[in-house]
């Protein structure tokens, strides 16, 4: 009895408990330099999600087009409609390598010796709610782009007329924006389902083989640190009391599906294994205790954009519930 009393004692020592305040954490000296320049990256973040939403595509001009062949007007009308829309995602794209960069100086804050992840992350609270506001970005970007079809259609058709074009020898304006090696590189960045999260994860493992003194588990542990910290703030009527905003708690959920995701790309055995310290249960039994049209998205994420949940080693229960 001695003996599981101290295991107790421990696991919740271990287990972080403090308030990370995602409304109003300021910069200190030390942080000012990492957050100025994730801050100037995260300032266009708004206008480009209101960009997304905005897109409506050019389905009907394509299709005219398609099913017209020689009607010159209305390949022609078809074609300036794609253009500006494909210079937008090419800015989406591009916002995206700024976000991978930003992430690397980012995560180098938040693991370094000789602090621990929790240390980091109570004493590092600014750079703590930009990673937090990355997250956020990054769900509620793929959340767009899940939806919105007209993105791929638009881009495909625009490849197929530049390379027929190209066939002709006919040289477009248009290819000084976006050359051949832009639009492959856009071309893989738009056929994943979750483009940014992808961005994400591969930045997280690059700064993981790039940093090979530095243990993975300095990196993974700031992940499962920073979803315990948003567990406990949810979970916490103390805590949630002091958020000023609804928009907060949704902000705070959506971190910690978010953060839980890029673990489960991130880590050796993912999120759903035992083994790992993500307790699977624990976070969707707080999601599911909120009202179930603000989680829906969220819980629809866990099903359908983590690695590893369809993996043997993840336990009947889990799978149940997220049924």
């Known amino acids: ?121 109570e004493r590092e609270q600014a750079l703590a709610k930009e990673f937090a506001e990355i997250l956020h970005f990054t769900l509620r970007f793929d959340e767009l782009k899940m939806r919105n079809p007209a993105i791929q259609n638009d881009f495909s058709y625009y490849r197929r007329t530049i390379n027929r074009n190209r066939i002709n020898n006919m040289h477009i304006d248009i290819e000084n924006e976006v050359n051949n090696e832009m639009a492959n590189r856009m071309s893989l960045f738009y056929a994943e389902a979750t483009p940014m999260l992808k961005t994400l994860s591969n930045a997280t493992t690059h700064f993981v083989s790039e940093n090979k003194t530095l243990p993975i588990e300095n990196t993974t542990d700031c992940l499962s640190t920073m979803a315990s910290v948003c567990k406990v703030m949810l979970e916490t009527p103390e805590y949630r009391s002091r958020f000023t905003s609804e928009k907060t708690l949704m902000f705070c959920m959506r971190v910690m599906v978010g953060v839980i995701i890029l673990y489960d790309h991130v880590h050796p055995v993912g999120a759903f294994s035992k083994t790992s310290k993500i307790d699977m249960k624990g976070y969707i039994k707080v999601l599911k205790e909120q009202p179930p049209d603000t989680v829906e998205g969220l819980l629809n994420a866990l099903r359908f954009t983590t690695k590893h949940l369809n993996d043997e080693s993840t336990s009947k229960q889990i799978r149940a519930l997220l049924q």
């Not at 109003?24 to 960009?51: C, F, H, K, M």
């Not at 050019?58 to 022609?76: C, S, V, W």
Request: with cysteine; proline share 6%.
């Open 1 to 121: 009895m001695g003996n599981l009393l101290k295991v107790l004692t421990r696991e919740i020592e271990n287990y972080p408990h403090f308030f990370l305040d995602f409304e109003n954490a300021q910069p200190t000296d030390g942080e000012r330099e990492v957050w100025n320049q994730i801050n100037a990256v995260l300032q266009d973040s708004e206008s480009l999600l209101a960009d997304l939403q905005a897109y409506k595509g050019a389905g009907q001009e394509i299709r005219d087009a398609i099913q017209n062949p020689n009607d010159i007007q209305l390949q022609e009308k078809a074609w300036n409609s794609v253009c500006p829309l494909v210079l937008r995602l090419k800015q989406f794209y591009e916002f995206s390598l700024r976000l991978e960069k930003t992430l690397q100086s980012l995560l180098e804050s938040l693991t370094c010796p000789p602090y621990t992840p929790t240390q980091h992350l």
